[in-house]
């Protein structure tokens, strides 16, 4: 099925409805490689799709134009999910060259087989007339890798961005207008949380280097386009760039004899009373992919296990160690548990996760029992979620 975006402008990619793990992220509702195709005195791709979807690119692109009269191939990044179906496009169109910038073209090289593909490498200061268009390029190092790149096409106000302001999401709709903005801006969370939410730094630098260039829609390769939200999406970025913190307790843990359990509950009826939002996640009935998303906008985390073999439970150390990979920016953090015999066990193991990842602690040592909570400690657990709520409002104020 093709789209087309403005005139002679087309949405030529596959919609993934069943993709559901991508590389440890939880795609419950599926995804889609985008790839666009420009028609003007010269025809151009921008990016392509995974592997395994060749063909459906191909027969998308062959609807619109022979595959012999296609010019360029723009190659944004190079990343497989996006790059995949570059070897079968390349060998297809036996007249384009592949257009990218130098690092893209180190990581294509090695990726693939490229001795016989025509390379137009071009930098930021390179231009591809297409005729009545022009292709121009903007560098967006760890947008999401350090050779992504999005092409803009000044007449049209046409931004492809990569990755950046994408979605695993599935639809037959292609534009924002056409689906629930609640839906469409969950999933642009999600999405930003589990795979950019490291580099915000770098893509702070992004937005402020495109705010400069007019744009009146935003074509990225996964997902719905946006040409009605593009100022929500925009505001979104800017805030989740630097975790922006609302007044939201985010409280996860693992329990085995529901001791840490209790103690959690305990931390959500503390926190609850001073009125902030408190989330409060079993890491047993809920994944990484969520607890991702919801760690954006945290101001404070309190995160629990019991000791298992001296140590963290399972669950909570996957938590942990993918949280401390993505870098949720200045939280403030506490640990709680329970143990039978190891006191200096999981709860302590969650203390050195959050120090790694530069949590401002609410306490030096965690708040544990030992079996099973007394009266007392449920009290304390309700104080300390009380604690943590007022933290949050301090940050948020700050
Ligand atoms: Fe959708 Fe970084 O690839």
Request: glycine content about 6%.
């Amino acid at each position: 099925m093709k789209t087309e975006l403005k005139k002679d402008i087309y949405w030529v990619g596959y919609v993934d409805w069943d993709v559901r793990d991508f590389h440890g992220y939880r795609t419950e509702r599926g995804s889609s490689y985008n790839a666009y195709l420009v028609k003007d005195e010269k025809i151009a791709i921008i990016d392509s799709v995974k592997a395994p979807f060749a063909k459906h690119l191909l027969g998308n692109i062959a609807v619109i134009t022979p595959l012999d009269k296609v010019d360029y191939v723009v190659c944004n990044h190079a990343e497989p999910d996006h790059s995949g179906s570059l070897p079968a496009l390349m060998a297809a169109c036996a007249n384009a060259e592949l257009v990218c910038n130098a690092k893209c073209q180190k990581a294509l090289s090695m990726y693939y087989d490229t001795s016989q593909w025509k390379f137009k490498v071009i930098d930021e200061s390179g231009k591809i007339s297409l005729g009545s268009r022009t292709l121009t390029f903007m560098d967006t190092p760890m947008a999401h890798w350090p050779e992504s790149m999005f092409t803009y096409i000044p007449e049209e106000k046409l931004l492809f961005s990569m990755d950046a302001f994408g979605q695993h999401y599935a639809r037959s709709e292609r534009f924002d207008d056409e689906v629930p903005l609640a839906e469409v801006m969950e999933e642009a969370k999600t999405y930003y949380a589990n795979i950019i939410m490291l580099y915000g730094r770098q893509v702070a630098k992004v937005l402020e280097r495109a705010a400069g260039l007019d744009i009146a829609m935003v074509a990225p390769s996964h997902g719905i386009i946006w040409r009605k939200n593009l100022a929500v999406i925009i505001e979104a970025y800017k805030r989740w760039s630097v975790c922006k913190a609302e007044p939201k307790v985010l409280i996860f843990f693992d329990s085995m004899w529901h001791s840490t359990e209790k103690i959690a509950e305990a931390i959500y009826e503390g926190a609850e009373r001073k009125g902030v939002s408190v989330k409060k996640y079993d890491l047993k009935s809920t994944n990484i992919t969520r607890l991702a998303a919801e760690s954006i906008d945290c101001a404070v985390m309190a995160v629990g296990s019991p000791t298992l073999n001296k140590g963290i439970m399972p669950k909570v150390a996957e938590a942990l160690t993918y949280l401390e990979g993505l870098a949720p920016a200045g939280k403030a953090a506490a640990a709680f548990g329970s143990y039978g015999w190891a006191p200096k066990g999981g709860a302590h193991a969650v203390m050195e996760y959050l120090k790694r990842m530069n949590c401002e602690l609410i306490s030096e040592e965690p708040l544990q029992c030992q079996f099973k909570p007394v009266p007392e400690l449920l009290a304390e657990a309700r104080e300390l979620g009380e604690k943590l709520a007022a933290k949050a409002l301090e940050i948020v104020e700050k």
